[in-house]
Structure formats: C-alpha cells, structure tokens
C-alpha cells in the first residue's frame, strides 16, 4: 500500500519477503506456531532447517505450502492452507495441541496483527466496524500470545487506507498485553523494548521520517539502524 507520507515510488517489500525476514530471526531448533495470513508464509522459507512447525489443529511438524499436485484437504495450517508433510510429522487432538501451546511449549508464535500499540499490546481478532459482533475471529491467537517464549508479529505497516497499524494504544479489543517482541512490515523491523518501539531497519529508498511518519509512536532510532535485511 502507497501512502501519501511515502515517496512514490516505494510500495515496500511484498508479503513473502516480509515471510524470508522473519524466517531468518527463528533459531534452528525452534518449535515455532505460524498465526492465520502472511504468518503462514514463513513455512515456504525454512526448507532444510531444523525447525519444527506446529499447526493449533492438531499437526506437527507441516512443511511448506501445498503445490496443486500436493493437496491433500486433511493436511491444512491455521489458514485451513494446504501444507505438506515433514519426515517425523505427527498428529494429535485440538486438546493436545492446546496444552502445547498453554504449556509454554513453543518457542515462537509468529502472527498477524490489526494493531500493535508502543508497548507491545497487540489487536487481532476483532475490527469492531467489521459486523462480527462480539465473536470475531479469537482461533488461537490468544493462547499463542501468552503461552509462546516469543511473538513474532507480521504484518503491513498501514491499512488500506492509510492509517498506522502501529499506535499508541490500541482501540480494537486486544489479544493480549505487553506480548509482542518484534514487529516485522513491509516498510521496516521494529523491536518492542522497554524504552519504546526501536527501529532497527528500513527498506531501501526510505528515510526514518518516513517510517515515522505513518508509525503513530515516537520511534526510537537505533544507533545500528540499516537497510532491512534478506
């Protein structure tokens, strides 16, 4: 998404390098939860990897997306996507996968987000305005975001039009407090630290006046600030 603050130029990185970026901040050996929409393509980024997928639905160890030849409609992520099977892949009940989850099993949840607020509030499963009344779409990102070590979140660094996703507080109901560890968008890397919101990298072509000026917080600028990596 252009924005009017941006140079026109710039649309930012698309969603599956915004996918690559986050897949390079998981440490092999990691037991990881991908959340419902860009979070679920981190898993075509991780080929050869030691790192160990969960799916909430009950399915460990999933592989990459689907290809058309590949699906089979019993193997499917939190985005009910096709995935493919891993060497060691295993099943289990929803009730199963939970007590992982709660259990403080999983090291990282990588998901997606409506809001992040400046101390790492995040808002996913409800846009009141939407009409889903009071149920939204909750799935498991609650239990992710308290029961992971880390919270990864993903996500375009504006709306369709126009407004910050990243505020100062948030106004649609929350998922869950002071959670979020790292914000990735198409636009930059931002680490929730104590201080603030820290800005550690930005894509190419843009300024830190431009990424602070559709970030509703004041930005913190990091002394190593660079070019968002891939």
């Known amino acids: 998404m252009v924005t009017p603050a941006l140079p026109g130029s710039v649309i930012g990185i698309s969603r599956e390098l915004m996918a690559l970026r986050v897949a390079a901040e998981i440490e092999d050996g990691s037991y990881v939860n991908l959340g419902i929409g860009i979070p679920t393509l981190v898993s075509n980024w991780i080929e050869g990897r030691d790192i160990v997928l969960q799916s909430e639905i009950g399915m460990l160890n999933t592989g990459p997306l689907a290809e058309a030849d590949q699906i089979d409609q019993d193997l499917i992520n939190a985005s009910c996507q096709p995935v493919t099977e891993l060497p060691g892949c295993c099943y289990f009940s929803i009730g199963e996968s939970f007590a992982m989850i709660r259990g403080g099993h999983m090291d990282i949840a990588v998901l997606g987000a409506m809001q992040v607020s ?8 409800n846009v009141p305005a939407s009409g889903r009344g009071k149920t939204g779409n909750i799935g498991g990102s609650m239990d992710l975001a308290v ?9 375009e660094h504006v709306t369709r039009t126009g407004e910050p996703k990243i505020v100062r507080e948030c106004i649609y ?24 919101l820290l800005l550690k990298e930005i894509v190419a072509g843009l300024t830190t006046e431009d990424i602070q000026a559709v970030t509703e917080p ?11 990596a891939l």
């Open 218 to 228: 004041r930005l913190i600028i990091s002394p190593d600030l660079k070019e968002l």
């Open 173 to 196: 109901p929350l998922t869950a407090r002071k959670c979020v560890n790292l914000i990735v968008t198409n636009l930059a890397v931002i680490e929730v630290v104590s201080e603030g």
């Open 147 to 155: 029961g992971a070590r880390k919270v990864i979140v993903i996500t």
């Open 118 to 125: 400046e101390k790492g509030d995040l808002a996913s499963w």
